[in-house]
């Protein structure tokens, strides 16, 4: 076909141990479509056996995409076929949630297998899905809506990495002129057609299979609370740099961009969307906030797609602090404040009573009560099986809400806040009460900087070790294991945004990084979220990406030039 790029099959991967015949395993290493991931797995041999994958895999390399059925629960769902992911069909491998998807895998023609492992003595798990091929391409567009919708001969794996959907084809050419007779800008590279997902809503349906782009004037929106341009990489002196450290019998790619927040010509920011119910990817938050360079930021729970942590940004408490884990507070032109952090409140009722709330705009759950505000997004839906609550505007109780009445959602408008209290907890309030809230910040200095973000654990304070994760509340496993990581620190002049992998191995424990920062002139150091979350870009690139997979995040850090500048 005259114009179109040769295309060349990949070459024909190793032969695999049937799935079905293998015992039992599990790891941290698969190939799909032969090219090397790390992501949770574990087999378990039965009639039939069952499968766990991480969600991070499922959606970014897959391309399972994650809703709601009519019952409010969360399903996944791929060219037609659904996997319910409620808490019993979840487990937890390292740092990692997966998901039992056995059924959904062999609806679509998956292969399964296990082959050795290129980093370890475990087996490594093998999917493999033959590529369909494309056979037209549908467009509609009505009432400021445009759809595209791709018709395929079978379900396809659909990767994503920074913004940008690679679809692997037969005929991957076709598709690509295709596109582009229509004005959509496609590309192609090693057998895929590569279509940018800026604006775009990308979705897969059955029988017959196809994929569908959606496109309207509100995907076009900021999800950030402030826009600006963004600018090119290195602008102002800003650079990637990295080195490899040996450390015991390990190696150790540091990959940082630094820059020292006094000179007055940078600032750090964090990165959020407008709504804390949601994840997206670190490019999406970086080209809406203006960000030279960005690293991924705190934790949060990927089934629901809820913050685990503080996050302030301008004064405003978009997520409240937990567990008194490790948090950064700064102001523009300072370096940033390393502490553990606590964030108590309570409630008065005007009654005489005084009630503590345990947590705020946060996902983070526990017997007692909750307050949530506009800051939270313009919804509240009940994230616990049984809450009820008292909506408050200004000071006064204006009405209770039932279990049922918070399963369906509550708005929430500036001015507004609503009490929710969860387990068993008495919900001391009435209508008509006139209520007062008090708040206290440990340590008391980071209440006056407007900007915060929570990890944890701490690592280096004063250029000393200071890991404690009982104090912070992590686990022994967690404290243990191997996995990328992505920490914001410290040298005494100068703020760094660094991203850790192993070369040849998983990656550092968290005391392994504690010492790797030492020996990078590092003073002070936080730990942020990492395994398959961690992420480092500068000027729209990817620095490193943690596991090799384009996770979707919550929040993150942001360099911009300062807009005094």
């Known amino acids: 076909m005259c114009g179109l790029l040769p295309f060349s099959p990949p070459p024909a991967p190793p032969p695999l141990v049937r799935l079905l015949e293998a015992p039992s395993a599990e790891g941290l290493e698969l190939t799909v479509n032969g090219e090397r991931i790390q992501s949770a797995w574990r087999w378990v041999q039965g009639e039939p056996g069952r499968l766990w994958l991480g969600l991070d895999l ?115 050419g076709a598709a690509a002129m295709a596109l582009r007779q229509r004005g959509v800008s496609a590309g192609l590279g090693s057998g895929r057609l590569l279509l940018s997902l800026d604006g775009w809503q990308s979705s897969s349906l059955g029988g017959p299979n196809r994929l569908v782009l959606d496109r309207s004037s509100s995907d076009l929106t900021p999800l950030a609370r402030n826009r600006r341009p963004l600018l090119p990489a290195g602008s102002n002196g800003l650079a990637l740099e990295q080195r490899t450290l040996k450390l015991g019998a390990g190696r150790y790619r540091i990959s940082f961009v630094r820059f020292n927040p006094e000179a007055g010509r940078m600032a750090l920011v964090p990165l959020s969307r407008r709504n804390m119910v949601g994840l997206g990817s670190l490019l999406g938050l970086a080209r809406s ?28 408490w978009l997520s409240g602090p937990i567990l008194d884990r490790g948090a950064i507070a700064w102001d523009r032109g300072e370096l940033p404040q390393f502490s553990r952090v606590r964030l108590q409140e309570w409630i008065s009722n005007g009654r005489g009573q005084s009630t503590e709330i345990s947590a705020l705009n946060s996902g983070w759950v526990k017997k007692g009560l909750a307050q949530y505000n506009s ?25 209770l809400l039932s279990p049922e009445r918070l399963k369906r959602g509550v708005g929430l408008q500036r001015g507004q806040t609503l009490v929710v209290a969860r387990g068993s907890a008495t919900l001391p309030l009435q209508v008509g009460d006139q209520v007062s809230l008090e708040r206290k910040l440990t340590p008391s200095h980071f209440d006056d900087k407007p900007f915060l973000i929570q990890g944890g654990p701490l690592l280096l304070n004063r250029g000393q070790v200071v890991l404690n994760g009982k104090a912070e509340r992590f686990s022994t496993p967690f404290m243990r294991q191997k996995a990328p990581r992505s920490v914001v620190a410290s040298d005494g002049e100068q703020i760094w945004l660094l991203a850790v992998e192993g070369s040849g191995n998983k990656g550092p424990t968290l005391h392994q990084t504690a010492v790797l920062m030492k020996r990078l002139g590092i003073r002070e150091a936080l730990n942020l979220d990492g395994g398959s979350s961690t992420r480092l870009m500068v000027g729209g690139r990817s620095g490193t990406r943690g596991r090799g997979i384009g996770a979707a995040i919550h929040n993150g850090l942001g360099i911009v030039v300062n807009p005094a500048h």
Do not use: C
């Open 289 to 316: 906030q203006g960000a030279l360079a960005a690293l991924n930021g705190g934790f949060f729970n990927r089934i629901q797609a809820l913050p685990l942590g503080g996050l302030r940004d301008r004064g405003d």
């Open 58 to 172: 499922l959606e970014s390399e897959l391309g399972a995409q994650r809703s709601l059925d009519e019952d409010g629960n969360n399903i996944l769902r791929w060219f037609g076929a659904e996997q319910s992911i409620e808490q019993a069909k979840q487990v937890s491998i390292e740092d990692e949630i997966a998901i039992e998807v056995s059924e959904l895998l062999r609806q679509n023609g998956v292969q399964m297998g296990l082959m050795p492992s290129a980093i370890g003595s475990e087996p490594a798990l093998s999917l493999q899905l033959p590529a369909p091929r494309f056979l037209r391409l549908r467009e509609s567009r009505r009432e400021g809506a445009h759809r595209l919708v791709l018709d395929l001969s079978g379900p396809a794996l659909l990767p994503r990495s920074d913004e940008q959907l690679e679809l692997l084809l037969n005929n991957p």
């Open 375 to 399: 800051l939270w997004g313009p919804r509240y839906k009940a994230i616990t099986g049984t809450e009820r609550g008292a909506l408050i505007i200004g000071t006064e109780v204006t009405a």
